[in-house]
């Protein structure tokens, strides 16, 4: 074995997770991507990559994360940056690697807001100035507008501040848009089906199930997601009819298992539960020390994602000791569908 891949091996090596993660029986988690040097605090030194707080992943097992930009506060700064890539196997990021991780081009204030067909990357971005947002698709490092952007003189623009985006088994594409307090409904190629499918105060997340519901968490009355709520899990079935299936603090993160329950982030109350079909709670991992969970999202089981061992697998991006400016990305394995019949 050569140096340099003993080195490689090293830097991929899986680092065990520190004890502020409370999990079940029959778990296990690891630090799956981390970083050193972007904590501005040099007294604090605090490991983790810049803040985080959406993530995705593809069918190949690639992880995508992006920078957190300026979407919830004011001022004159604005967030330009590509997207990360992290492939099969994880990262240890530096300021010095960190370009071999940038994927795709520059964008205002983007968001990673879901996946389509296994190899698009849905991404969204917002002109807090012009108040006019864009749905992108991104595949081998391209980005294509699919909706949204720039409207013709005189029109309004489809977006104002989109945020979550997911795609049912139809092919159907859905989009929060917080500014204007809807979920728009599109369809594959990004014309709209309908510009009001959900009517709800400061929709920002979505996910969608092999059952056919779309699932919906807002805000409420928080002016941003770190701030206390109430907030609102909303679930819509085949039908289009919707209901209420949760009311609490505003979650930081919702994201359907292989398995077809919502894992939910909670990161006033730092913890993470799950939604049954049958709208039963069941508490699944908590946080010490003030660590928290700000985003998560499983990874597919795909023929790739089975050979790089991680399909099924729950990726949880950690604020650690409330060091909110650099996150860390954990990977949870186990049983998580026997866990829920279990309980």
């Not at 506060?73 to 530096?94: C, H, K």
């Not at 400061?202 to 770190?226: I, M």
């Not at 609102?232 to 209901?243: F, K, N």
């Amino acid at each position: 074995m050569t140096a340099r891949l003993l080195a490689l091996l090293l830097l991929l090596a899986p680092l065990p997770a520190a004890a502020e993660i409370v999990l079940p029986t029959g778990f296990s988690t690891h630090v799956y991507v981390t970083g050193e040097g972007f904590d501005t605090d040099s007294g604090r030194g605090a490991r983790g990559i810049p803040s985080t707080s959406t993530i995705a992943f593809d069918g190949t097992g690639a992880l995508y994360l992006a920078r957190t930009g300026r979407r919830y506060g004011g001022g004159e700064a604005y967030d330009l940056w590509p997207i990360y890539r992290i492939p099969p196997g994880g990262a240890r990021v530096t300021p010095e690697t960190e370009r071999r991780f940038l994927h795709g081009p520059p964008l205002s204030n983007p968001q990673v807001a879901g996946t389509r067909r296994g190899k698009e990357i849905l991404v969204t971005t917002f002109d807090r100035e012009r108040k006019v947002g864009a749905l992108y698709r991104m595949a081998d490092g391209r980005a294509e507008l699919l909706a949204g952007g720039t409207p013709p003189r005189g029109t309004p623009a489809l977006f104002q501040q989109p945020e979550g985006a997911a795609v049912d088994a139809e092919g159907n594409v859905y989009v929060t848009d917080r500014a204007q307090n809807v979920v728009v409904r599109l369809d594959g190629d990004g014309r709209v089906v309908d510009p009001r499918y959900l009517a709800v105060t400061r929709p920002r997340l979505l996910a969608t199930d092999d059952k056919g519901q779309v699932w919906v968490a807002s805000d409420g009355a928080a002016e941003a997601p770190f701030q206390q709520g109430p907030g609102e899990i909303v679930r819509i079935d085949p039908t289009g009819t919707s209901s209420v299936v949760h009311r609490g603090s505003v979650v930081a993160a919702i994201g359907v298992s292989p398995g077809g329950h919502l894992f939910v982030a909670d990161r006033h109350e730092r913890q993470i539960f799950v939604l049954t079909q049958d709208g039963r709670r069941v508490a699944f991992a908590s946080f010490t020390d003030n660590d928290a969970p700000r985003s998560l999202g499983f990874a597919p089981v795909t023929p790739e994602t089975q050979r790089a061992g991680v399909a099924g697998d729950l990726f949880i991006v950690r604020i650690t000791a409330g060091t909110w400016i650099v996150n860390e990305v954990l990977r949870i394995s186990g049983p998580f569908d026997e866990l829920i019949r279990g309980r």
